[in-house]
């Protein structure tokens, strides 16, 4: 079953074209790495998804649906900055993810927060930029949804964090659900991933499974996509 489409996406900012005729399908029950460099097209692909930004042409699709009200239900974004209230506490913030969305979990939020040592009583204030990164991503891992979308989770964290943060989604995640981890650290993702989206300035240049990518390349996910970038230049 198709999750979600891009049909003839495109994007301009003035004169700036961002994104170039995407088309892309991603199916259910997949984790989906969206590479690229820094300026790629990454974010503005996901700001598309999650009708943060309008298409300049062409269309999104969730579930056959414009994105909307029902899309924005199933989905669980992750920006790529936090958004947080300074002023309120973990735990406030937990409980209002908890009134906002029907299919937050706090109980598996609470659990979460106690494996990475995070204080719910502490305020967002009080807590570093790689502290508030960690709680942001595990209120979007404690929603129950049908798509997750993550923009450079592990940026903030240091490497063994990552590989918490990882084994993390493949704990939470549901067997029907899809995500994408839009990343550069290419390295660190690509264990956990099932296909891969190559994307450079602004264009889909590969979509492929990642065992059939390393077997026909002979190498890994990584070497691929420093590769493929080099040679795009």
């Known amino acids: 079953m198709v999750l979600l489409e891009c049909?003839?996406?495109?994007?301009?900012?003035?004169?700036?074209?961002?994104?170039?005729?995407?088309?892309?399908?991603?199916?259910?029950g997949k984790i989906i790495g969206l590479l690229g460099k820094n300026g790629s097209g990454k974010t503005t692909l996901i700001k598309l998804i999650n009708d943060l930004l309008t298409p300049t042409t062409g269309e999104?699709?969730?579930?056959?649906?414009?994105?909307?009200?029902?899309?924005?239900?199933?989905?669980?974004y992750l920006p790529e900055r936090?958004?947080?209230?300074?002023?309120m506490s973990v735990k406030k913030t937990l409980e209002f993810f908890q009134d906002f969305y029907p299919d937050f979990d706090i109980k598996r939020a609470r659990k979460l927060?106690?494996?990475?040592?995070l204080d719910e009583g502490q305020r967002i204030s009080a807590l570093s930029k790689g502290m508030q990164e960690k709680v942001q991503l595990v209120l979007v891992m404690s929603r129950r949804?049908?798509?997750?979308?993550?923009?450079?989770?592990?940026?903030?964290?240091?490497?063994?964090?990552?590989?918490?943060?990882?084994d993390t989604?493949?704990?939470?995640i549901n067997e029907k659900?899809?995500?994408?981890?839009?990343?550069?650290?290419?390295?660190?993702?690509?264990?956990?991933?099932?296909?891969?989206?190559?994307?450079?300035?602004?264009?889909?240049?590969m979509?492929?499974?990642?065992?059939?990518?390393?077997?026909?390349?002979?190498?890994?996910?990584?070497?691929?996509?420093?590769?493929?970038?080099?040679?795009?230049?």
């Open 113 to 117: 927060l106690k494996d990475l040592d």
């Open 7 to 28: 049909r003839g996406l495109s994007k301009k900012f003035g004169k700036k074209q961002a994104l170039t005729d995407v088309n892309l399908k991603i199916p259910t």
């Open 169 to 172: 989604i493949l704990a939470n």
């Open 177 to 205: 659900a899809s995500l994408i981890i839009s990343t550069h650290l290419v390295a660190d993702i690509e264990r956990i991933l099932d296909e891969v989206i190559l994307i450079d300035k602004g264009q889909v240049v």
């Open 60 to 76: 999104v699709l969730i579930n056959g649906k414009k994105p909307g009200v029902s899309s924005k239900s199933i989905i669980s």
């Open 145 to 166: 949804a049908k798509l997750y979308i993550l923009d450079e989770p592990l940026g903030g964290v240091d490497p063994a964090t990552r590989d918490y943060i990882l």
């Open 82 to 87: 936090t958004y947080f209230s300074r002023n």
């Open 207 to 233: 979509q492929e499974e990642a065992d059939v990518l390393r077997k026909k390349y002979k190498a890994s996910i990584d070497e691929i996509f420093r590769k493929e970038l080099k040679n795009a230049r």
